[in-house]
């Protein structure tokens, strides 16, 4: 049995500078199981905080399309080859959350939010998001957009046409979403047609700007019908152009009731390439229920014709930091999960630091607003979407470390991650996990302790051709590993994660 000795390798190495944009291969990447995502808000993603507030004041700098290229060779060096893009359209100012509008609350879908751009630039506000996107090309960085699935209270007082009403010809807010109305996308009988036409501008503006693909936030809550229309619409312009859909498994019912409700299986036969899975639930798993979400991803995205996969969606903007539910074990655990499953990589700016997304402002009074929001609204614990506030990043190098050497060693094994064989393996605890990834006969073993308080020990795992001479090399992990005919048997601190390569096997 030996160690290996990792050493943080410069992803810079494993980048192809082929990719300039001319031609997209998001799609095709994609389905391939070799998209490595990063999650990002450009209003804050390199915001200027000079004075540590952590609020961007009326002096500093926030976040823009031009000063986010002094960022994008860091995201190469971390190993992404993809951004999401939360959010590029105007946001709403009336009934707002935050004091700069939350960037889903869409004050339309055909122009780019004013507050991403560079005032002192001589370029356009399309030509600055095309400029951003082309440096992100020259780095073989491919961008996804994000589309809102509701529109501002603004943009319902200038075109109530594309707006669902009740019987008293009010707004309607869905469930707790109170700075977004509703939008009335029509049935699969019979589409709204306003509302088609205003999400094919959207297209033709992330088009313009040369992004490869959208991510439909809420996808489930317009129908099949429309989605249809806008992906077809699409790929007639750009063949390879990837449509991710926000929807999960695990979601029932729409948030509210005159939204319609598509799920998730019904938007892959629409034509979404992937969607979120339910990966999010890992904090409350045990092993078994991991393992069995796996392989239900896995038999579903082969039951359809054409390829489609899934993202693993264990860190999102949507959820708590990581950090916060439990403690930088769970990080790690994420990073090396995203390295050795079967799907497309995923976490949101800040996550690779150990960010926690607490701000000291959150929720108090603000001097200054350009909302109608005279506090500074933030969702505990998650990154800001609402008010200018500081750039994303811890300061835990722990985690950074592992990390960046999870990514490398996805990069460096990418065939056998996104093609390889997936092998459950049988413990004799249920808070423990244990699975082999096989290609080629090249192998790697991971197990994970689910419990983040109690360490689990004299753990025994059936892994089937492992004998006592075989050698392995410890990628993560504790060493306190030794080998029986056909069994590991290990004890497992709390939260631990470890990943073993094996050499014969």
């Given at each position: 049995?030996?160690?290996?000795?990792?050493?943080?390798?410069?992803?810079?190495?494993?980048?192809?500078?082929?990719?300039?944009?001319?031609?997209?291969?998001?799609?095709?990447?994609?389905?391939?199981?070799?998209?490595?995502?990063?999650?990002?808000?450009?209003?804050?993603?390199?915001?200027?905080?000079?004075?540590?507030?952590?609020?961007?004041?009326?002096?500093?700098?926030?976040?823009?399309?031009?000063?986010?290229?002094?960022?994008?060779?860091?995201?190469?060096?971390?190993?992404?080859?993809?951004?999401?893009?939360?959010?590029?359209?105007?946001?709403?100012?009336?009934?707002?959350?935050?004091?700069?509008?939350?960037?889903?609350?869409?004050?339309?879908?055909?122009?780019?939010?004013?507050?991403?751009?560079?005032?002192?630039?001589?370029?356009?506000?399309?030509?600055?998001?095309?400029?951003?996107?082309?440096?992100?090309?020259?780095?073989?960085?491919?961008?996804?957009?994000?589309?809102?699935?509701?529109?501002?209270?603004?943009?319902?007082?200038?075109?109530?046409?594309?707006?669902?009403?009740?019987?008293?010809?009010?707004?309607?807010?869905?469930?707790?979403?109170?700075?977004?109305?509703?939008?009335?996308?029509?049935?699969?009988?019979?589409?709204?047609?306003?509302?088609?036409?205003?999400?094919?501008?959207?297209?033709?503006?992330?088009?313009?700007?040369?992004?490869?693909?959208?991510?439909?936030?809420?996808?489930?809550?317009?129908?099949?019908?429309?989605?249809?229309?806008?992906?077809?619409?699409?790929?007639?312009?750009?063949?390879?152009?990837?449509?991710?859909?926000?929807?999960?498994?695990?979601?029932?019912?729409?948030?509210?009731?005159?939204?319609?409700?598509?799920?998730?299986?019904?938007?892959?036969?629409?034509?979404?390439?992937?969607?979120?899975?339910?990966?999010?639930?890992?904090?409350?798993?045990?092993?078994?229920?991991?393992?069995?979400?796996?392989?239900?991803?896995?038999?579903?995205?082969?039951?359809?014709?054409?390829?489609?996969?899934?993202?693993?969606?264990?860190?999102?903007?949507?959820?708590?930091?990581?950090?916060?539910?439990?403690?930088?074990?769970?990080?790690?655990?994420?990073?090396?999960?995203?390295?050795?499953?079967?799907?497309?990589?995923?976490?949101?700016?800040?996550?690779?630091?150990?960010?926690?997304?607490?701000?000291?402002?959150?929720?108090?009074?603000?001097?200054?607003?350009?909302?109608?929001?005279?506090?500074?609204?933030?969702?505990?614990?998650?990154?800001?979407?609402?008010?200018?506030?500081?750039?994303?990043?811890?300061?835990?190098?722990?985690?950074?470390?592992?990390?960046?050497?999870?990514?490398?060693?996805?990069?460096?094994?990418?065939?056998?991650?996104?093609?390889?064989?997936?092998?459950?393996?049988?413990?004799?605890?249920?808070?423990?996990?244990?699975?082999?990834?096989?290609?080629?006969?090249?192998?790697?073993?991971?197990?994970?302790?689910?419990?983040?308080?109690?360490?689990?020990?004299?753990?025994?795992?059936?892994?089937?051709?492992v004998r006592k001479k075989n050698d392995f090399a410890i990628l993560t992990g504790n060493e306190n590993i030794k080998t029986a005919r056909n069994k590991i048997l290990t004890d497992m601190d709390a939260g631990e994660i470890k990943v073993i390569e094996a050499v014969r096997l």
């Amino acid at each position: 049995m030996k160690k290996s000795l990792l050493i943080c390798l410069l992803l810079t190495a494993f980048i192809s500078p082929t990719f300039a944009g001319e031609d997209n291969d998001l799609r095709t990447l994609f389905l391939n199981n070799k998209a490595r995502i990063c999650a990002i808000n450009i209003r804050t993603f390199n915001a200027q905080d000079v004075n540590g507030n952590e609020i961007i004041d009326e002096d500093e700098v926030s976040g823009n399309f031009l000063n986010a290229i002094d960022r994008l060779d860091e995201i190469a060096n971390l190993g992404f080859n993809t951004l999401h893009v939360l959010p590029i359209t105007p946001v709403g100012r009336l009934k707002a959350l935050g004091t700069a509008g939350s960037v889903y609350s869409a004050a339309d879908f055909w122009s780019i939010n004013s507050q991403l751009v560079d005032k002192n630039s001589e370029l356009s506000d399309i030509e600055q998001a095309k400029k951003f996107i082309d440096e992100c090309h020259k780095r073989n960085i491919r961008v996804i957009i994000d589309l809102p699935s509701c529109g501002a209270y603004d943009l319902f007082l200038t075109h109530p046409e594309l707006f669902l009403k009740d019987s008293r010809q009010c707004s309607i807010v869905p469930t707790d979403w109170t700075d977004v109305r509703l939008l009335n996308v029509g049935t699969n009988k019979k589409l709204n047609q306003d509302v088609l036409d205003a999400h094919k501008k959207f297209v033709d503006m992330v088009l313009k700007i040369g992004a490869d693909g959208i991510r439909a936030d809420v996808a489930t809550i317009k129908p099949a019908a429309f989605w249809q229309e806008i992906i077809k619409y699409t790929r007639s312009k750009d063949p390879e152009f990837m449509f991710l859909a926000e929807a999960s498994d695990s979601w029932r019912e729409p948030p509210s009731i005159y939204a319609s409700f598509t799920p998730y299986d019904k938007l892959l036969q629409a034509g979404f390439d992937g969607y979120y899975g339910s990966f999010f639930n890992l904090k409350d798993w045990n092993a078994e229920q991991f393992i069995e979400h796996i392989k239900f991803n896995q038999k579903l995205l082969d039951s359809y014709k054409e390829p489609k996969s899934v993202i693993l969606s264990f860190s999102t903007h949507d959820e708590i930091s990581p950090i916060l539910l439990h403690g930088e074990d769970f990080s790690i655990m994420i990073a090396w999960l995203n390295a050795t499953l079967p799907f497309n990589a995923y976490c949101v700016d800040g996550f690779f630091n150990g960010d926690s997304y607490l701000y000291p402002w959150a929720n108090t009074k603000a001097q200054d607003t350009e909302t109608d929001d005279i506090y500074y609204f933030v969702h505990r614990g998650k990154i800001d979407l609402f008010n200018f506030s500081r750039k994303p990043g811890g300061d835990n190098d722990k985690i950074l470390y592992n990390f960046k050497n999870a990514a490398a060693f996805r990069i460096n094994n990418s065939d056998l991650i996104a093609k390889g064989d997936f092998i459950p393996l049988k413990t004799d605890n249920e808070k423990v996990f244990a699975f082999r990834r096989d290609m080629n006969k090249k192998s790697i073993i991971v197990i994970g302790n689910l419990d983040f308080k109690n360490p689990q020990y004299k753990i025994t795992i059936k892994a089937p051709g492992v004998r006592k001479k075989n050698d392995f090399a410890i990628l993560t992990g504790n060493e306190n590993i030794k080998t029986a005919r056909n069994k590991i048997l290990t004890d497992m601190d709390a939260g631990e994660i470890k990943v073993i390569e094996a050499v014969r096997l």
